[in-house]
């Protein structure tokens, strides 16, 4: 019998995560008899002494927020993306017991987005200055946006995000800083992607007009549709959830952790059943 190897998801709240369900499916689906994913609830400050005490049986770490801030910083080497955007939502355990950060959210999204329809050249308005606008930010570099506006509470967090455009490659593409109080007025991009936390956005919703031209991806995925979401259908825009997001990031995760390929149609059937059922 195989030695037992272990990834998980840490995160605050993380009862919802439906990660499990995706990574157990595609171990099974693969023959990785011995593999296990579970959850484990997990603060940004808690995660490097948790990191740190976790036997060598540990294959890998999915991130959610609010710990991919502090997920790169725990590692002892990243790749140029995590770096670059400064967040890693992956950890992988390397053979001398040290961690590798990667981000994964990144290309999950360039394939959500382009899945939806979107095309370079686009307006792009990213709600939220966290972790995962910060890869919103990099997708929408590697998507040849013509602009990008961040909505933030606070403009010190707009600030923060500007290095991170630069090292992703877009000195010549404008980041623009926009107060929360002015979200509603940047909603009219040709993509808007919501990372703030569940209900953030939902006082937004009576005031949008939306385009139905606007593609609108939001992270969230439970509950589903959201509030944002719901309007965003109902004005014939194409919406994305976090769940596509979810597969198509947990995809390259799974690789990482277990060295095979994904076996992605198991893993999204598992997905879809675990929503519907």
């Not at 011995?34 to 603060?43: D, H, L, M, P, V």
């Not at 060598?56 to 725990?74: D, I, R």
């Not at 992703?168 to 991009?189: Q, R, Y």
């Not at 439970?222 to 198509?248: E, H, I, N, Q, Y």
Request: proline share 7%; glycine share 10%.
């Amino acid at each position: 019998m195989a030695a037992p190897r272990r990834a998980a998801v840490l995160g605050t709240p993380i009862a919802h995560s439906l990660s499990p369900v995706i990574h157990n499916a595609g171990y099974a689906a693969a023959g990785l008899d011995g593999w296990s994913y579970t959850r484990i609830e997990c603060a940004a400050a808690e995660l490097p002494a948790l990191v740190a005490g976790l036997g060598p049986e540990w294959a890998g770490l999915s991130v959610t927020m609010p710990g991919k801030e502090a997920a790169l910083a725990v590692a002892a080497a990243s790749s140029p993306v995590a770096a670059a955007v400064g967040a890693a939502n992956t950890l992988v355990r390397r053979p001398d017991g040290s961690w590798y950060a990667d981000n994964t959210d990144v290309v999950g999204m360039v394939e959500v987005l382009t899945g939806a329809g979107v095309r370079p050249g686009v307006t792009v308005t990213v709600l939220g200055a966290g972790g995962t606008a910060r890869a919103a930010v990099a997708a929408a570099a590697r998507l040849d946006a013509r602009s990008v506006t961040v909505v933030a509470r606070r403009p010190e967090a707009v600030d923060e995000l500007r290095p991170v455009a630069a090292a992703v490659g877009m000195p010549s593409v404008p980041l623009t800083g926009a107060g929360w109080a002015d979200a509603v007025a940047h909603l009219h991009a040709d993509v808007v992607v919501s990372t703030v936390p569940k209900g953030a956005a939902d006082e937004l919703v009576g005031s949008v007009r939306w385009r139905p031209t606007t593609v609108l991806f939001d992270a969230l995925y439970d509950p589903w549709p959201t509030p944002l979401a719901a309007a965003a259908l109902v004005a014939g825009c194409r919406v994305v959830s976090g769940l596509d997001l979810l597969l198509a990031q947990a995809v390259g995760q799974f690789e990482q952790f277990t060295g095979v390929p994904a076996p992605r149609a198991a893993m999204a059937e598992a997905l879809h059943a675990a929503r519907v059922g």
